[in-house]
Antibody, heavy 122, light 113 residues
Framework: QVQLQQSGPGLLKPAQTLSLTCAISGDSVSSSSATWNWIRRSPSRGLEWLGR?????????DYAVSVKSRISINPDTSKNQFSLQLNSVTPEDTAVYFCARGDAVLKCLDVWGQGTTVTVSS | DIVMTQSPHSLAVSLGERATISCKSSQSILNTSKNKNHLVWYQQKPGQPPKLLIYWASTRESGVPDRFSGSGSGTDFTLTISSLQAEDVAVYYC?????????FGGGTKVEIK
């Protein structure tokens, strides 16, 4: 059974960097049949996909255009986890952040982390 | 980007009655080579992450009750709850998995009348 466990701070000041980690159990971050995604939910934007990392003979990333200049999603094979970094946060980045596994065959986000509430406030 | 439009925004249905949610995509999300629509439905309850209900537009995830069904193809899709139960109160989202960026509908809140 695949499980994702999120960790990271929930309160940030404007201009700081948001850093969250998603630890994987029951699967491998290096799996060629999965992608590893970050999504957020806010009242103003609803559910918004931020980006993903994946391994298919080499590592790759896809990012949403809205955050592309500020985001980095990276795998950590030694700890079997992946991380989200979002630079220069503003109050508009206040949201609940989720990590999720994408099944490359079934084409869906089938396993989700528990969610982390991130508040950006001075 | 593919825009996903859900309706209605909210829905109140009596226990045991049918609930129907519509989802439209701004372009076809049918993978013609595999004859699969890359449309997914999720259920989200307060304080929980979204839960996968249906993928490929009509295939129920393991363990999902058969009162949940999905239909449609191309750009028009429907989620039906055939007999609403109290535990079905939630927000339901559609999502396209056809191309990046992955995009979601705005959500439909289902309540008991």
């Amino acid at each position: 059974q695949v499980q994702l466990q999120q960790s990271g701070p929930g309160l940030l000041k404007p201009a700081q960097t948001l850093s969250l980690t998603c630890a994987i159990s029951g699967d491998s971050v290096s799996s060629s049949s999965a992608t590893w995604n970050w999504i957020r939910r806010s009242p103003s934007r609803g559910l918004e996909w931020l980006g993903r990392t994946y391994y298919t003979s080499k590592w790759g990333n896809d990012y949403a255009v809205s955050v592309k200049s500020r985001i980095s999603i990276n795998p950590d094979t030694s700890k079997n986890q992946f991380s989200l970094q979002l630079n220069s946060v503003t109050p508009e980045d206040t949201a609940v952040y989720f990590c999720a596994r994408g099944d490359a065959v079934l084409k869906c986000l089938d396993v989700w982390g528990q969610g982390t509430t991130v508040t950006v406030s001075s | 980007d593919i825009v996903m439009t859900q309706s209605p925004h909210s829905l109140a249905v009596s226990l045991g009655e049918r609930a129907t949610i519509s989802c439209k995509s701004s372009q076809s999300i049918l993978n013609t080579s595999k004859n699969k629509n890359h449309l997914v439905w999720y259920q989200q309850k307060p304080g929980q992450p979204p839960k996968l209900l249906i993928y490929w537009a009509s295939t129920r995830e393991s363990g999902v009750p058969d009162r949940f069904s999905g239909s449609g193809s191309g750009t028009d899709f429907t989620l039906t709850i055939s007999s609403l139960q109290a535990e079905d109160v939630a927000v339901y989202y559609c999502q396209q998995y056809y191309s990046t960026p992955l995009t979601f509908g705005g959500g439909t809140k289902v309540e008991i009348k």
